[in-house]
């Protein structure tokens, strides 16, 4: 795996990028706090993980074959982010504290962080398309195909971390009803822009 350099490249610049994770990275940040945030950020790794292991499964293949199964994968997918996006946006301005002991136990930002990564069937294209270029025929598939899959989670908790800790800073000047109140609806309308945009995409 000589390119393995240009795959951290391309896959770091790849979850760097906004999207529905960072997002709810961000917004649990804001809203929790950075240690509180870890549920999340393992739940999207770990999911992106699982895409990852999908796209190299006779799923992938049939998503990249069938149109139909694409679209309805699609558009169960744009509905979840619309869904996430109202509940965000509907969410009261209380102190973080109330909000996390009754409505965002760990485990719930774990699974919303998990399931988020399958609200995206372009997910499992980008790695049809990335993995292959990057597996030596001469070496053990299996063996390659771990490293790329551990090594892309292990991107996406440093990077969605760094998101979180940077965010957390900025945490005090919204510890607010109001600035909680904005986190709440700038997080809620981001989510349902990506499930519109998600819903208005192409193969």
């Not at 979850?15 to 997002?23: D, E, K, N, Q």
């Not at 190299?56 to 869904?83: E, H, N, Q, R, T």
């Not at 053990?140 to 899959?149: G, H, I, R």
Request: hydrophobic residues 50%.
């Amino acid at each position: 795996m000589s390119d393995f350099p240009l795959y951290l490249t391309m896959v770091t610049a790849a979850i760097l990028s906004p999207g529905p994770g960072v997002t709810l990275t961000l917004t649990n940040a804001l809203r929790f706090g950075l240690i509180e945030t870890m549920e999340g950020i393992v739940g999207v790794a770990v999911g992106a993980m699982a895409v990852a292991t999908i796209s190299a499964s006779g799923v992938g293949i049939l998503l990249a074959a069938s149109p139909l199964a694409f679209d309805v994968m699609k558009y169960a997918g744009a509905a979840y982010l619309i869904f996430l996006g109202v509940r965000m946006w509907r969410s009261p301005a209380k102190p973080p504290a109330e909000i996390s002991s009754r409505t965002s136990s760990w485990r719930r930002r774990f699974v919303e962080g998990l399931s988020l990564q399958f609200s995206n069937p372009k997910a499992i294209f980008f790695f049809i398309s990335i993995f292959p270029q990057f597996i030596s025929p001469d070496g053990s598939y299996f063996a390659q195909f771990t490293l790329l899959v551990l090594t892309y989670g292990a991107l996406v908790v440093a990077v969605h971390f760094l998101y979180a800790l940077t965010a957390s800073k900025t945490r005090r000047w919204l510890n607010s009803p109001r600035g909680r109140s904005v986190v709440n609806k700038a997080g809620g309308c981001a989510f349902i822009f990506f499930g519109i945009a998600l819903a208005n995409s192409n193969l």
